[in-house]
């Protein structure tokens, strides 16, 4: 197989930055006067932004506009990204193989665009990726495939030769039954590791792991 695009998420993928997202859902209820229910931040690992600002309405009563609920979420976030957020380990080489080999590369994350640009820009990566398609913007959230598809067809290559890269278990799971092939990167805020190795075509303890690519990665 030879790769000729690739979908990257961001947190937990290309960004070790899913500490913060361990307890955002429950600092910022608690900001605004709210006690969080147990196991919050669990029931939001698979929710876009604007999905969780509506569970925050429903579930809790919050009063304030879904618009207004995710900035304030993402003025908690914005500290990290554009200042302290770093790539994971082996990112920048493996950018630069792909560049090198004529691979097309985009994003698909749940965290809205500027936040990842202003890391991603910050740690010297942004130029890499053609575009970057987020789950506010597609509609859907990333246990759904439409995200992917949406990122496939902006770099028109042919699935089979286009992985996705993901740390979560519900993304790998909607880009598998989609066809993509995918390579799992293991992070340690993610709980579900055997299933994850069980369901993806190439398991990474991080992405400095190219010998173990070298299936997938262009010749």
């Known amino acids: 197989m030879r790769i000729r695009g690739a979908i990257f998420d961001a947190d937990g993928t290309l960004l070790d930055s899913m500490f913060i997202w361990d307890t955002i859902g429950e600092t910022y209820l608690r900001s605004i006067g709210y ?10 690992k698979n929710m876009s932004l604007r999905q969780a600002a509506r569970y925050y309405q429903t579930e809790y009563g919050v009063k304030l506009g879904i618009d207004e609920i995710m900035d304030g979420v993402n003025a908690m976030l914005e500290r990290y990204y554009c200042f302290e957020v770093p790539l994971k380990p082996g990112v920048e080489e493996l950018l630069k193989r792909f560049r090198a080999s004529g691979v097309k590369l985009c994003i698909a994350t749940a965290t809205d665009r500027y936040l990842v640009e202003a890391a991603l820009k910050r740690c010297k990566a942004l130029s890499y990726f053609g575009e970057i398609f987020t789950c506010n913007e597609v509609g859907h959230g990333k246990d759904e495939p439409d995200i992917f598809e949406a990122a496939l067809r902006f770099l028109g290559t042919e699935k089979s030769e286009t992985v996705v ?55």
Not at 167 to 177: F, N, R, S, V
Not at 185 to 202: A, P, T
């Open 35 to 44: 006690e969080p229910k147990e196991n919050l931040n669990e029931v939001f």
């Open 165 to 219: 890269f993901d740390d979560a278990l519900y993304a790998i799971k909607a880009a598998k039954e989609a066809g993509f092939p995918v390579a799992a990167v293991c992070d340690s805020h993610e709980k579900n590791q055997e299933e994850i190795r069980v369901l993806s075509d190439v398991y990474l303890k991080d992405l400095a792991q190219l010998d173990k690519l070298q299936k997938l990665l262009p010749v």
